[in-house]
């Protein structure tokens, strides 16, 4: 089941991208920023760091956790902390510039930035424009550093099709069914660790 819903999530992003890529060759594009903003994480300090989740604490996540999920726990109350939602929108501009995410829930580190909109119906276009060629190019040839890369000078250039495309809906609609699939994965992963966990426990 886990790796159906995996290939219905890369069809998906992959037929959506493309007809993105399309429009951009073929559209007045208008700045990213125009129509989001991007929230830059925190960075706590791993003194601060939990490795069990304890009562008010949630997930950290790090650049390297967007392609899964962290092991690692904060306080929800620490101060001025970026919390995140399943749906929210998430890129690496630092580490690994241009890796981007949804489903997770907790608080960011500042490699990650939250994409923040004032009309939900763009996330879909926002997704996808994020995943397409020509801002993948832009992150890249903004990219700077020896050890670890940098690419936050890259979001002034980021480009978009403008909010009253007519793919506007369809882009959307597939965004919420890439989160719901994301989200059936994690509860199907969640599902088998704790039945392994029993097992073992009972073998005992």
């Known amino acids: 089941m886990i790796e159906n819903y995996a ?3 890369k069809s998906l992003i992959a037929q959506s991208t493309t007809k993105i890529n399309e429009l951009n060759e073929n559209s007045v594009l208008v700045p990213l920023t125009s129509l989001c903003n991007f929230e830059r994480g925190k960075e706590i300090g791993s003194k601060n760091y939990s490795d069990n989740k304890l009562p008010n604490y949630i997930e ?3 650049v390297g956790d967007l392609l899964n999920s962290s092991n690692t726990y904060i306080n929800q109350n620490f ?3 970026v919390k995140i939602k399943e749906d929210d929108i998430l890129i690496a501009l630092d580490g690994a510039p241009g890796r981007i995410s949804v489903g997770l829930k907790g608080s960011i580190s500042s490699g990650i930035y939250k994409i923040i909109l004032a009309d939900s119906s763009l996330k879909g276009i926002i997704f996808f424009e994020l995943m397409s060629d020509l801002n993948r190019d832009i992150i890249n040839k903004n990219s700077q550093g020896t050890t670890i890369l940098h690419a936050s000078k890259s979001i002034p250039e980021l480009m978009s099709i ?3 495309c007519f793919i506007k809906n ?3 609609y597939e965004f919420n069914r890439l989160v719901s699939l994301k989200l059936k994965i994690k509860k199907l992963k ?3 660790e704790e039945l ?3 097992y073992f426990t009972n073998q005992q």
Do not use: E, F, T, V
Request: glycine letters at 0%.
């Open 170 to 172: 369809k882009l959307n």
């Open 162 to 164: 403008p909010s009253k």
């Open 7 to 9: 290939s219905q999530i």
């Open 190 to 192: 969640l599902i088998k």
């Open 196 to 198: 392994l966990s029993k």
């Open 60 to 62: 950290y996540i790090r």
């Open 79 to 81: 101060k001025d902390i």
